[in-house]
C-alpha cells in the first residue's frame, strides 16, 4: 500500500528555517508528481508546491521566492526547503501524491512565532 510520512516540522522564529521531508512507500516514486499542502486553523487546505517527474515545479504565490520543493528518487524522498518564515506560514504541512486516488500524510506540524 501507499505510504507517505512527513517530518521535519517544529517550532521556529520568524525569518528562521525549516526543511520538510516526506518519504513514500509503495508507488514507482521516480514517474509520480509530488506535493505539498498545509491547512492552517479554520481554514482550508492549500497548495503550497509540487513537482511534476520531470522536475517541473508549481508554487503558490505566498512562499514564491522562500520555499523550494526538491526531490530525491534514489531516497523515494520530496523535500520543501522553508526560508524567511513568517507567522502565517503556520500550518499542518502534508505530502500528497496521486497514484489511482489520492494519498495524503499524517502531516507535520510547522509553527512560526513572531
Known amino acids: 500500500q501507499v505510504q507517505l510520512v512527513e517530518s521535519g516540522g517544529g517550532l521556529v522564529q520568524a525569518g528562521g528555517s525549516l526543511r520538510l521531508s516526506c518519504t513514500a512507500s509503495?508507488?514507482?516514486?521516480?514517474?509520480?508528481?509530488m506535493a505539498w499542502y498545509r491547512q492552517a486553523p479554520g481554514k482550508q487546505r492549500e497548495l503550497v508546491a509540487a513537482m511534476t517527474s520531470g522536475g517541473s515545479t508549481t508554487y503558490a504565490d505566498s512562499v514564491k521566492g522562500r520555499f523550494t520543493i526538491s526531490r530525491a528518487n534514489a531516497k523515494n524522498t520530496v523535500y520543501l526547503q522553508m526560508n524567511s518564515l513568517k507567522p502565517e506560514d503556520t500550518a499542518v504541512y502534508y505530502c500528497?501524491?496521486?497514484?489511482?486516488?489520492?494519498?495524503w500524510g499524517q502531516g507535520t506540524q510547522v509553527t512560526v512565532s513572531s
Open positions: 509503495g508507488i514507482v516514486f521516480s514517474i509520480n508528481a
Open positions: 500528497n501524491t496521486q497514484f489511482l486516488r489520492s494519498y
